[in-house]
């Protein structure tokens, strides 16, 4: 079994929302149920079935972060001298060649991937694209909307 990288940063974050998952979240519908259950009747009561789903998504996703951390290999990215070459955990700042447009992005482990706060999957098809380049080259991937084309206009580590 191959072990999925993860940033520092990553790791961090996800353990933090399973500590929050067990600690915080899990005692609360554990109470829920409870109270549900005092109401009687448990074949048509809505807030004791609302609550029993909710446990069940609460355990699945602390199986589903054991799990992945369990398999993780962190990577202090603060640690990396890749030189000026992309590579896992780079900070990238992109040109649209097309629309001018800038965009910056991280790329990170699929564990962490979350496009809304920049964080790109290495495994994406932009990822596999930029790694091995460096600022100042041209590369073009296909996007589900078609052949995207990006100059790198910056290249960080944090």
Avoid: C
């Avoid at 933090?16 to 609360?28: G, I, Q, Y």
């Avoid at 009561?45 to 199986?63: D, L």
């Avoid at 589900?144 to 580590?157: D, L």
């Amino acid at each position: 079994m191959s072990r999925a990288p993860i940033t520092k940063t990553g790791s961090e974050r996800l353990r933090s929302e399973l500590e929050r998952l067990k600690s915080v979240e899990r005692p609360k519908i554990i109470a829920a149920i409870a109270e549900a259950r005092a109401h009687g009747d448990l074949k048509e009561n809505a807030e004791y079935h609302a609550a029993r789903e909710q446990q069940s998504f609460i355990e699945g996703r602390i199986k589903e972060l054991e799990a992945a951390l369990s398999t993780a290999e962190v990577i202090d990215v603060s640690r990396l001298s890749p030189g000026s070459k992309i590579v896992f955990g780079a900070i990238v700042e992109l040109e649209d060649e097309e629309s001018g447009e800038a965009v910056k992005y991280q790329i990170v482990g699929d564990l962490e991937a979350d496009i809304k706060q920049a964080l790109i999957a290495v495994s994406s098809p932009i990822a596999r694209a930029l790694i091995g380049k460096s600022a100042g080259d041209s590369f073009e991937f296909r996007a589900p909307n078609g052949v995207k084309r990006y100059e790198i206009t910056g290249v960080s580590y944090e």
